[in-house]
């Protein structure tokens, strides 16, 4: 499950690259909130919590 939940996560943070011109504008917000969350699911399967 765990696993799982990092694979969608990798993926989503690479998804959120600012790639098209109308989302240049939005900065590192998408990115910045996805990459937040991945490393709070790495720490918690590092501690073994998931």
Same mark, same amino acid.
């Given at each position: 499950?765990? #696993?799982? %939940? #990092? $694979?969608? %996560? *990798? *993926? @989503? @943070? %690479? !998804? !959120? =690259?600012? !790639?098209?011109?109308?989302?240049?504008?939005? &900065?590192?917000?998408?990115?910045?909130?996805? &990459?937040? =969350? #991945?490393? $709070? +699911? %790495?720490?918690? @399967? +590092?501690?073994?919590? +998931?």
């Amino acid at each position: 499950m765990g #696993l799982i %939940l #990092l $694979i969608v %996560l *990798v *993926v @989503l @943070l %690479l !998804a !959120a =690259i600012p !790639a098209w011109p109308y989302s240049r504008d939005w &900065g590192y917000y998408p990115s910045g909130g996805l &990459g937040i =969350i #991945l490393i $709070i +699911i %790495l720490i918690l @399967l +590092i501690a073994g919590y +998931i």
